[in-house]
């Protein structure tokens, strides 16, 4: 089976190619190609696949292209992992947002808006080259913002894309683990939209356990969210919200301290990625061990600010690992099998949440068999939850709306009407700053 890789010179590829290699079932990958626009990229991660691959029986074999017609052509899956702009257009997000007073982040409020803007009609463009070129292909979307591209893809693919992410995930098994429990036997009712969701119960057995974790602070403020959140607010809550919400939560908090910080995380990781890929053009460096190191220190540094502004501390070791190319792996054997799995994923709501329309895209617990991945039944969001993703959906139904037509009024209301923009003079100041530093906004008149 062939797996096409777009951002296949991207730096977690490897990540994803790690996972491949611990496969030895009937109708696993045998072929990966990696697309991207950036051939010395490719020819980097590429000795970084083939280091991992040595000495591995049967590892799938990995060709490299430019050319993405060629790239899809064939592919039984297609992983979608491309980032428009690169790491310097984040940095230009973070850095356009924090001189307006509001966060940037990639993926949350003005940052993730104007993510979205300039990814969708790309990630347009490969939704309908895939319904031409691999018909019969799914296609895995990790490109953020995840939700909001996901169902930019829909549209034209309906639920053969799915998208992923390894937020629940890991939030899931941190539950699981301090509660003494099997993250892999545990049931995880979470529910939202992607990085803006909750976890409300957590059942081993048949039995809540979320409960005894809210009632005990010795437990609750032990792990990574309760570090975060604090004890009192998250048994308020009554819930352990996705760690996203923390720029919400504590917003002003959370803006401060990037404002105060030395770089903003897209200009940190810009330069440690153009480092490691300087790195690379030494035909003699180890590429392996260069990946390492360099991804430890990335995954060390996640979030930094956030956890700074919590009196957090550092992240604990077992959090450090990932985790969305397991989610990948699981989907891809699923469904290429026929194997019933339950995973997390961001796909269309159909009925689940009352609250939306049938065609958002959600993140909930689905069932996930030869046919793809079913929402499973969710309770009703509290009126506090429902009404902050459903002033979110709407935002990405702007954005959606915006890359459709080109209309800059459009743009501006979708940053408007963000619950973490607040001003509409900020959202026009926003547009018109974005558009001066990101070529591919021009489209926005």
Known sequence: MKLT????????????YGALLTDRGEGRVTDVVLHDL???RLQAVARVLAEQAAGVPGAPAVTATTDLDEALRGAGFVFSAIRVGGLEGRADDERVA???GVLGQETVGAGGIAYGLRTVPVAVDIARRVARLAPDAWLINFTNPAGLVTEAMSRHLGDRVIGI?????????RIARVLGADPDEAWIDYVGLNHLGWVRGLRVAGRDELPRLLADPGLLGSFEE??????DWLRSLGAIPNEYLHYYYFNRETVRAYQRAEKTRGAFLAGQQARFYEEMRDPGAAALAAWDRTRAEREATYMAENRETAGAGDRDADDLSGGYEKVALALMRAIARDERATLILNVRNGATLAALDADAVIEVPCLVDANGAHPMAAAPLPDHAAGLVTAVKAVEREVLAAAESGSRATAVKAFALHPLVDSVNVARRLVEGYR???P?????R
């Open 98 to 100: 924090l001189a307006e």
């Open 5 to 16: 890789i777009l951002g296949g010179g991207g730096f977690r590829v490897p990540l994803v």
């Open 226 to 231: 309760g570090k975060l959140f604090g004890v």
């Open 436 to 438: 001066e530093v990101h």
């Open 38 to 40: 950036d051939a010395g």
């Open 440 to 444: 591919g906004l021009a489209y926005l």
């Open 165 to 173: 992410c390894d937020s629940p995930v890991g939030l899931g098994r």
